[in-house]
Antibody
Framework: EVQLVESGGGLVQPGRSLRLSCAAS????????MHWVRQAPGKGLEWVSG????????NYADSVKGRFTISRDNAKNSLYLRMNSLRAEDTALYYC???????????WGQGTLVTVSS | DIQMTQSPSSLSASVGDRVTITCRAS??????LAWYQQKPGKVPKLLIH???TLQSGVPSRFSGSGSGTDFTLTISSLQPEDVATYYC?????????FGPGTKVDIK
């Protein structure tokens, strides 16, 4: 059974940093691209960032480019999102998502909530 | 960047009705289009990929069509458990943008 478990969310002040993690199991992690998708309270889905199986290609939404860094450790079956210079508008539930045979997402974690507020 | 739009933003229909949701890309994306269902308080669920390929386990009342810039998601006979927000997503290239969503409820 595929499982994606996010952690690392919490309340953080504007301008500070946070690192999210996603622990994956139940599939061959190093054969799939992985992504972060977020959802602000009461709002729609926003793709944040994606990384290929070997970290050879990395992409970001314009809204986070230069502030967020995605990475993965295939030996640990883990995905990460380092978030710097956080803003109030980054407040959201952050989902880890597994890409299928294309950058669409067949499995999602339960999400970890990030709240940016003073 | 390619923009994704959906219409309507919300709809209310009766059980058994045929429901159609439209997704439009600002530029052609071939068939690199996925549809997701998100029930209230739940995680998004993949329904369709490659514009018309039903994900395993998804009821056959769901179908998708389209190519290029115009796509549709159809529920052939709306059921109470279909109350949800539906999102399209382009995945031909980054950014892998979602549409704004269409909220479906029961009349």
């Amino acid at each position: 059974e595929v499982q994606l478990v996010e952690s690392g969310g919490g309340l953080v002040q504007p301008g500070r940093s946070l690192r999210l993690s996603c622990a994956a199991s139940g599939f061959t992690f190093d054969e799939h691209a992985m992504h972060w998708v977020r959802q602000a309270p009461g709002k729609g889905l926003e793709w944040v960032s994606g990384i290929t199986w070997n970290s050879g290609s990395i992409n970001y939404a314009d809204s986070v480019k230069g502030r967020f860094t995605i990475s993965r450790d295939n030996a640990k079956n883990s995905l990460y999102l380092r978030m710097n210079s956080l803003r109030a508008e980054d407040t959201a539930l952050y989902y880890c998502a597994k890409a299928s045979n294309g950058d669409f997402f067949d499995y999602w974690g339960q999400g970890t909530l990030v709240t940016v507020s003073s | 960047d390619i923009q994704m739009t959906q219409s309507p933003s919300s709809l209310s229909a009766s059980v058994g009705d045929r429901v159609t949701i439209t997704c439009r890309a600002s530029q052609g994306i071939s068939n690199y289009l996925a549809w997701y269902q998100q029930k209230p308080g739940k995680v998004p669920k993949l329904l369709i990929h490659a514009a018309s390929t039903l994900q395993s386990g998804v009821p056959s009342r769901f179908s998708g069509s389209g190519s290029g810039t115009d796509f549709t998601l159809t529920i052939s006979s709306l059921q109470p458990e279909d109350v949800a927000t539906y999102y399209c997503q382009k995945y031909n290239s980054a950014p892998f943008t979602f549409g704004p969503g269409t909220k479906v409820d029961i009349k």
